[in-house]
């Protein structure tokens, strides 16, 4: 079972990230915690936009 709550803390941090290595190293472990079902593809080149849309879906969806 996921923490939801967890991983709804962990979005709203990411969003809020300046840095982008350290959005992307968030964004990685957010994809990690999540069911398999839930797991979003990564483009070869990440980018914050990226990053903040696919947060902003998934946020909605748990």
Excluded: A, V, W
Excluded at 11 to 27: A, G, N, P
């Amino acid at each position: 079972m996921i923490n939801t709550n967890r991983i709804k803390q962990l979005i709203r941090k990411c969003i809020y990230e300046e840095d982008t290595d350290d959005k992307i190293k968030l964004f990685i472990k957010i994809n990690k915690l999540l069911p398999s079902h839930l797991r979003m593809e990564s483009p070869t080149m990440i980018t914050k936009d990226f990053i903040d849309k696919r947060l902003y879906g998934l946020q909605g969806s748990l």
